[in-house]
């Protein structure tokens, strides 16, 4: 092998790690998903010109209950910025969709660093700031056996099988004394 020979095989080997390396971490917007895939619109453009899609990849997401670890989901939205990562440099399979940050069309739900871990999913609203919680929602619906080791406040109505248990209830037919109440009255 010459030595033209040899410059050309180590333009090709720079011109394919060019490419891979490029292919590692290429930023874009989700323009689908089904279930736990989506299908990205990159920044970058295609050979034609035009902007181009990815096929469609898997989020990078914990699945570890197994293990005895995590496994959480959250779905992506159509426009929202995400970053592909293709650890060995080709799109495909082994690629991961991971979300990539507030911008202007989707800004972060948390302004400061006194807001905490903050979690928004349409008007839910999840704040974990220290050892507090806060939980703004229309409705919360537990299905689960419930222990509160603590105080338990309320500031709204309070209801047991649809009657009013609060602090305005009242038990009809009771006589001050020794004697048994009947249900609380509706």
């Keep these: 092998m ?4 040899e410059v050309r095989e180590l333009r090709k080997m720079i011109s394919t790690l060019d490419r891979k390396v490029a292919t590692m971490f290429m930023t874009g917007t989700v323009d689908k998903t089904e279930g736990s895939k989506g299908r990205v619109l990159f920044d970058d ?6 902007p181009f899609r990815s096929p469609m990849l898997s989020q990078a997401t914990p699945s570890g209950q197994k293990g005895g670890g ?3 989901f959250r779905k992506l939205g159509q426009g929202e910025p995400v970053v592909v990562i293709s650890p060995g440099g080709e799109l495909g399979e082994h690629s991961r969709i991971l979300p990539w940050g507030p911008v202007k069309e989707h800004p972060s739900p948390g302004k400061a660093e006194e807001d905490g871990e ?22 919360l619906k537990i299905t689960a056996n419930v222990v509160i080791t603590g ?6 109505a309070l209801k047991n099988n649809n009657v009013d248990v609060g602090s305005t209830h009242v038990h ?3 006589m001050p004394g020794a004697a048994d109440t ?3 009255k509706a």
Excluded at 2 to 5: C, I, P, R, S, T
Excluded at 45 to 50: I, K
């Design 151 to 156: 105080n338990l406040e309320n500031t709204g």
């Design 2 to 5: 010459n030595v033209w020979d």
């Design 182 to 184: 009947r249900p609380p």
């Design 118 to 139: 903050v979690h928004t999913i349409g008007d839910l609203k999840l704040r974990v700031v220290g050892d507090a919680v806060e939980l703004l929602a229309g409705t």
């Design 172 to 174: 009809p037919g009771v």
């Design 45 to 50: 453009q295609g050979a034609d010109g035009q």
């Design 70 to 72: 995590t496994s959480t």
